[in-house]
Nanobody, 126 residues
Framework: QVQLVESGGGLVQAGGSLRLSCAAS????????MGWFRQAPGKEREFVAA????????NYADSVKGRFTVSRDNAKNTVYLQMNSLKPDDTAVYYC???????????????????WGQGTQVTVAS
């Protein structure tokens, strides 16, 4: 069982940056692939970024490639999402999620993720 708590959201001007953190509690955080997803009002939840259990593999949605960077620190049980060059279209609630696996892959399918955080709001003003 893993509990996930996101932080770092807020209001930022277009072109600005934010770094989201997702702190995990529970056992064996390093045995989980981690993902970031987001949901804007009136839209379905969508994949943003993912990272494999050791951090060797990352995967990004086309809409954030080159602007967002996912990373993890297994010693701190934390995964990060560095978001640069933010756009108003990035406004959403951002969720981190955990998938129990030691396959060396970064998953973009939300149905594979067993555990979810409560989300953190990111608002980008134009």
């Amino acid at each position: 069982q893993v509990q996930l708590v996101e932080s770092g959201g807020g209001l930022v001007q277009a072109g600005g940056s934010l770094r989201l953190s997702c702190a995990a509690s529970g056992r064996s955080f390093s045995n989980y692939a981690m993902g970031w997803f987001r949901q804007a009002p009136g839209k379905e939840r969508e994949f943003v970024a993912a990272i494999s259990w050791r951090g060797a593999i990352t995967n990004y949605a086309d809409s954030v490639k080159g602007r967002f960077t996912v990373s993890r620190d297994n010693a701190k049980n934390t995964v990060y999402l560095q978001m640069n060059s933010l756009k108003p279209d990035d406004t959403a609630v951002y969720y981190c999620a955990a998938h129990p696996t030691t396959w060396n892959h970064a998953y973009n399918d939300p149905t594979l993720y067993h555990y979810w955080g409560q989300g953190t709001q990111v608002t980008v003003a134009s």
